[in-house]
């Protein structure tokens, strides 16, 4: 019942920050139990972690990525949103949003739900 979908630019400038946003239906994005994260996907390459914001507002940031990365949520749109400053080729990506399990045990339950996706382009 809980869906993601991003939304966003499909083409920015080199220098350019990207903007991104996560619109999320069947689930609060200030409920208990979860957080939200955004991940992307080169070409050819692996998942990459970006950042994530708790249930209550408290913030994570890729090391390789904080310098130009910010993560924020608009709670009454029920949203999220990425900003990704200074981009370059390599930042080419699909980019996810995705929900995260949190549990009391500390293990690691991984996503439950994922967006389709949107594809970013960087080209001038």
């Known amino acids: 019942q809980v869906q993601l979908q991003e939304s966003g630019p499909g083409l920015v400038k080199p220098s350019q920050t990207l903007s991104l946003t996560c619109t999320v239906s069947g689930g609060s994005i200030a409920s208990s139990n979860y957080s939200w994260r955004w991940i992307r996907q080169p070409p050819g390459k692996g998942l990459e972690w970006m950042a994530t914001i708790t249930d209550s507002g408290h913030i994570f940031y890729s090391p390789s990525l904080k310098s130009r990365t910010s993560i924020s949520r608009d709670t009454s749109k029920n949203q999220f949103t990425l900003q990704l400053g200074s981009v370059t080729p390599e930042d080419a990506a699909v980019y996810y949003c995705?929900?995260?399990?949190?549990?009391?045990?500390?293990?690691?339950?991984?996503?439950?739900?994922w967006g389709k996706g949107t594809l970013v382009t960087v080209s001038s």
């Open positions: 995705a929900r995260k399990i949190v549990t009391a045990d500390g293990r690691d339950y991984g996503m439950d739900y």
